[in-house]
């Protein structure tokens, strides 16, 4: 019982992280049709960025709203340069650009920072005895923190998609461009807005899982994120934002109960397992468990 | 109001030019129509002058060159298109495909105008709240039509708004638009390929072949041209 | 992906009993053994260095048909690379077998590994098949390290050196391992030159091609777009192990971070776009690029930078010159004859597809 409890929530956390992760892949996958492929590494400068200005004695919270800037710069600025250009020119060549941003940013953080292992300050207490019992289980603090951070996070965003103007220009420019321009809406901006806020969730997932995380904080932390998120992503339909949380955090849940309970999985094959879900949905269910269409651009 | 003047406007897809130094006007309040066949290049010219192809040539509206600005800027600037096709926001509910239209307007009538074109069309009020795609032709049709008028555009363009339709729908369609016109003072560029209605409503004609404009004036000299009903009229 | 090199690979017209063609294949071949033997007299190093790249180069010849021909973007040719790797250290280690005689074994079970990653691509395209070859990639150092008492795990496998040895009919020598290694790539990579070309102009090859450029008209005349996919990624996948287990045997040692993690098939990919895609000299090219680029960045910097290096490069062959070096040399003569003859210098037939 008390570790099945731990491995809910250990599953619960990882869960938040993804549905982050995936809600990003989302809104860029809705305004140009391609995966992020550099999504986490974009995330993981910005994280980066914040561990490094909390070494100089400034507070994690400051560091967060830099990266968060720092984020929307690199997601509005990749837009802008590498994909929009592409935009006439087919998928194959916007991949290849965001293959390319994701090698170059992967190799700047390892420049910038070295290959060291970094242990960063968490937003949220993380000493030994913060935590609660429940059911003879350890809930840290920590972990509890992740859990409301991202349920905010979610709900101002979607709020912010459903409630607002420009949230309902970002939908009408996601459902037909053409239509959205002939109201008068200027889809090329809500694109650079949709990428940058997109990073700028990438960038708060990652300075909520790099204190927790096996990696800590190195060049291999963010990736594993963005495989998850990607396969929660397309478990939900790619272009369905609550589709993306639902298959962020029911990913998390399964993977901490499967490679707890299943030997064969075991603690080597955790990727494996989310890819295998999301080749399997793929396969026989292309448009995912919640999205409405699959964009198919021959 | 503004008057939407073209000259020596062509354009295409490619290389090649597709509608070829066309000329054309439309005065504040007149409802002027362009007829002609299919793949005449009649879709081709509303998109040249709602920006979504680019153009050579000159276009201006109220004065103000308006070639080759972006789709969103034209219509920014008081040219609405009611694109062939419907261009519905099938996702979003009906009433936010209207607040669509109008989410370029800062003024406090938004709510008011959307109660008015709600009132026209009554199958949008009742449907308000479901997803736009659920709708039938028709009603899509008139969905994209409020929606345009929501922008409260000095000049509305309309590509075959009667493509696919049921005669009566079309007869409404086309009172309606005729309302419109009258009340709010909105020029109409109308495009069609079967011309009954669109004549009545008209009074300036253009026809287009194989993207150049054979003949042009207005309404009552076509209507009496013998060719011209045999080829455009159906008679 | 350009469709530029429709020239490139198209079947010749013969004309019988004029033996033009074939003078010029013998030219051809004079060059290439000419040039080798002049690689062969090079320093140690750049000898190796020139194995490294025929090894790569071969490595992207199986990637070229799936993402040059077929315009099917694969990530998972890292995993390909390494069944054939692993397919062949293991042999020699447990099984015993000579180096050359584990070959055989890892192009099948490449093709197997192709096919498998290849069965998706006739449900899905585009991103989604990126993604589905993604999740191969990323899972295969994983189920190295799964499966540890064969692979050795995240330690990796190390192939003894004495069981490296050349074979005595060779004429080679123990000592002599490295120039048995040069040749023995060259002449893995010419095959795989010879398979390609004559794969890509015979008549599926066109069929494979027209159903990149226009799926629709294609699969109108009949070609079967799921069969005609899965046996590319499976053709692809035989190419891609051969170079895996030449890469084996070059190395004598094999780990899943060092050699096959995705990084692995974004150099691939980046060897392939800086080559020139659906081009036949395209690979060669790229194997230079992915042997040198990082070899000149480590010399300059402390070796962190060629991941810079690698995506700057390939962003901007992306912009600047989408159809790779290849591409451009191809299209060469004919820009230079239309630049006297008419002064422009626009190839109206170049475009770029999806
Ligand atoms: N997106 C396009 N790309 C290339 N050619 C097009 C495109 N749309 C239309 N055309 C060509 O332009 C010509 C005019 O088409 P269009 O303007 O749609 O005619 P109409 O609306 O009068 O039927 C046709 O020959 C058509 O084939
Ligand atoms: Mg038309």
């Known amino acids: 019982m008390t570790l099945l409890v731990e491995r809910l929530a250990d599953g619960l956390t990882n869960g938040f992280v993804y549905a982050l992760m995936a809600l990003a892949l989302v809104v860029v996958f809705r305004a140009s049709s391609t995966v992020n492929f550099a999504q986490a590494e974009m995330a993981l400068f910005t994280t980066y960025l914040a561990w490094w200005m909390t070494t100089k004695g400034a507070s994690i919270w400051l560091a967060l709203i830099a990266a968060c800037i720092v984020g929307f710069i690199i997601g509005a600025v990749t837009e802008r340069t590498l994909i929009r250009p592409m935009e006439k020119r087919g998928e194959m060549p916007t991949l290849l650009m965001l293959v390319a941003l994701f090698t170059a940013l992967n190799s700047i953080d390892g420049l910038i920072w070295g290959l060291d292992y970094h242990s960063m300050d968490g937003l949220f207490p993380g000493g030994i005895d913060d935590y609660i019992s429940v059911a003879g289980a350890r809930l840290y603090f920590e972990a509890i923190g992740v859990w409301v951070a991202a ?44 990428w940058g806020g997109a990073a700028v969730l990438g960038s708060i997932a990652g300075i909520l899982i790099a204190p927790i995380s096996a ?84 | 109001m503004s008057t939407l003047e073209v000259h020596g406007m062509s354009a295409g897809y490619g290389r090649a030019a597709v509608i070829h130094d066309i000329d054309l006007r439309v005065d504040p309040g007149q409802v002027v129509v362009i007829l002609g066949a299919n793949g005449a290049g009649k879709t ?97 049709q008139m969905l994209a039509l409020a929606r345009a008028l929501l922008g409260r555009p000095q000049l509305l363009l309309c590509d075959e708004p009667s493509l696919g339709l049921a005669p009566v729908i079309v007869r409404d369609l086309f009172s309606f638009l005729s309302t419109v016109n009258a009340e709010t003072g909105t020029s109409l560029l109308l495009v069609e390929q079967n011309a009954n209605l669109a004549l009545n409503l008209a009074s300036f004609v253009y026809l287009l072949e194989v993207g150049y404009i054979v003949e042009s004036g207005p309404t009552s000299d076509f209507v009496n041209s013998d060719a011209i009903r045999r080829a455009y009229l159906g008679m | 992906m350009p469709a530029s090199s429709m020239t490139d690979g198209a079947p010749r017209t013969r004309i019988p009993g004029v033996p033009s063609g074939q003078r010029r294949h013998v030219a051809v071949m004079v060059l290439v053994i000419a040039l080798l033997l002049l690689g062969s007299q090079a320093p140690v190093y750049r000898v190796s260095q020139l194995t490294a790249v025929f090894i790569f180069a071969l490595a992207i010849m199986g990637l070229n048909l799936v993402a040059g021909y077929g315009g099917m973007l694969s990530l998972g040719h890292s995993a390909i690379l390494g069944v054939g790797g692993y397919t062949t250290a293991i042999l020699i280690n447990d099984a015993r077998l000579t180096p050359l005689s584990t070959i055989p074994v890892a192009v099948v079970l490449g093709v197997l590994a192709g096919a498998l990653i290849g069965l998706p691509a006739s449900r899905v395209k585009g991103i989604y098949l990126a993604l589905v070859t993604l999740a191969f990639a990323v899972s295969f150092p994983e189920f190295l390290k799964r499966f540890d008492g064969l692979t050795g795990g995240a330690g990796g496998l190390i192939v003894r050196s004495r069981d490296l040895v050349p074979p005595p009919w060779s004429g080679f020598t123990r000592a002599e391992r490295g120039e048995w290694m040069y040749w023995l790539a060259a002449a893995a990579l010419l095959l795989g030159f010879a398979l390609v070309r004559s794969l890509t102009s015979s008549r599926r090859g066109l069929a494979i091609r027209a159903l990149r450029d226009h799926e629709v008209a294609a699969v109108a005349c009949g070609v079967s777009a799921a069969r005609d996919r899965v046996t590319l990624f499976a053709i692809s996948g035989g190419i891609t192990a051969g170079a895996g287990a030449l890469y084996a045997m070059y190395l004598g040692a094999l780990s899943p971070e060092s050699s096959f993690t995705v990084f692995t098939s974004i150099q691939l990919i980046t060897g392939l776009i800086i080559g020139g895609v659906a081009t036949s000299l395209g690979p060669v090219i790229g194997g230079f690029a992915v042997v040198f680029i990082p070899a000149v960045t480590t010399e300059l910097t402390n070796g962190q930078a060629y991941g810079l290096v690698f995506g700057v490069i390939l962003a901007a062959v992306v912009f600047l010159m989408p159809s790779g070096i290849a591409g451009w040399l191809n299209g060469l003569p004919k820009a230079l004859s239309v630049h006297r003859h008419r002064g422009t210098k626009h190839d109206p037939e170049r475009h770029d597809g999806g």
């Not at chain 2, 926001?89 to 239209?101: F, I, Y």
């Not at chain 2, 800062?106 to 109660?115: G, Q």
């Open chain 1, 151 to 194: 349920i905010v996070l979610l709900a101002v965003v979607f709020a912010a998609i459903n409630k607002t103007r420009l949230g309902l220009r970002m939908r009408a420019a996601a459902d037909n461009p053409t239509s959205a321009a002939l109201s008068g809406i200027n889809v090329g901006r809500i694109y650079t807005i949709g």
């Open chain 1, 215 to 298: 990696q800590q904080l190195s060049l291999a932390t963010m990736f594993p994120v963005l495989i998850y998120g990607s396969a929660a992503a397309i478990i939900g339909g790619l272009n369905s934002l609550g589709g993306a949380v639902i298959g962020g955090l029911s990913l998390g849940l399964a993977e901490s109960l499967l490679t707890g309970y299943v030997d064969l999985i075991g603690p080597q094959m955790h990727q494996t397992t989310a890819l295998a879900v999301m080749v399997i949905v793929l396969l026989f269910r292309p448009t995912g468990l919640f999205g409405s269409r699959l964009e198919e651009r021959v």
């Open chain 2, 44 to 140: 081709t010219t509303m998109r040249a002058l709602s920006g979504e192809v680019p153009v050579s040539g000159s276009i201006t509206f109220g004065g103000r060159s308006i070639a080759n600005l972006r789709p969103d800027q034209i219509a920014r600037l008081g040219i609405r298109a009611v694109p062939q096709g419907r261009g519905t926001l099938t996702s979003l509910t009906v009433r936010e495909n209207l607040l669509v239209g109008a989410s370029c307007r800062a003024d406090s009538e938004v709510e008011a105008d959307i109660a008015r074109w709600m009132d026209a069309f009554p199958a949008l009020a009742r449907r308000a709240d479901q997803p736009a795609g659920t709708l039938s032709g028709g009603e899509q």
